[in-house]
């Protein structure tokens, strides 16, 4: 029997003439979510994979970003915090699929949570060299908003950070995680959409 490393599970309904329940693997620790399958356009796109929800927030440098502004390219979409030793791990690994991935379309996003200010979570970005956009609040609690309805979406809340997810150029979650991973992880999963 093969070995499967399942860390994550969602139950899906898909109506084919009669609901059928389907389970997929996504990378994260665990649990199970439901949620309904969308249609599939793109031949690479996993038949379970959900539309992301759309919002709005700020960048650190006070420009406002909006996730619908991203269609076209291939997303890593990170929950995170600056005080967050195992989101700290993953920031050099980001740093380098950026600079090598960033002309084959992919944007990495952070979406800070209770970080402090602009101002200091810019100061934690020049520390560490983050070559990648940080979101934060536009006015107060925005991120936290933001995290629920991406948690109501997938069907589960996020509550670990950090927890990533691939969107694709349609603008579905076509993968997750909880905890940090690796840059090779993440390359070999992103490698398809780019």
Request: charge should be neutral; glycine fraction near 8%.
């Amino acid at each position: 029997m093969k070995k499967i490393n399942i860390i994550f599970v969602l139950m899906f309904s898909v109506s084919i003439g009669c609901e059928k329940s389907k389970k997929i693997e996504l990378e994260t620790n665990t649990s199970s979510i439901n949620s309904r399958s969308q249609e599939r356009n793109d031949p690479q796109r996993p038949e379970y994979a959900i539309k992301a929800p759309d919002f709005t927030l700020m960048t650190v440098d006070g420009e406002k970003f909006r996730l619908k502004d991203m269609r076209g390219k291939v997303l890593l979409l990170n929950f995170w915090g600056t005080w967050c030793g195992p989101c700290r791990r993953e920031i050099p690994d980001f740093v380098k699929l950026q600079s090598k991935y960033k002309n084959n379309g992919l944007e990495i996003v952070g979406i800070t949570l209770t970080s402090g200010s602009p101002d200091n979570i810019k100061s934690f970005m020049d520390n560490w060299d983050i070559n990648y956009t940080i979101l934060t609040d536009i006015e107060e609690n925005e991120t936290q908003v933001v995290t629920y309805n991406f948690g109501k979406a997938i069907g589960q809340s996020i509550t670990g950070i950090p927890t990533t997810l691939i969107i694709d150029r349609d603008g579905y979650i076509v993968k997750g995680y909880i905890g940090p991973r690796t840059e090779d992880i993440f390359y070999q999963d992103l490698k398809p959409y780019l």
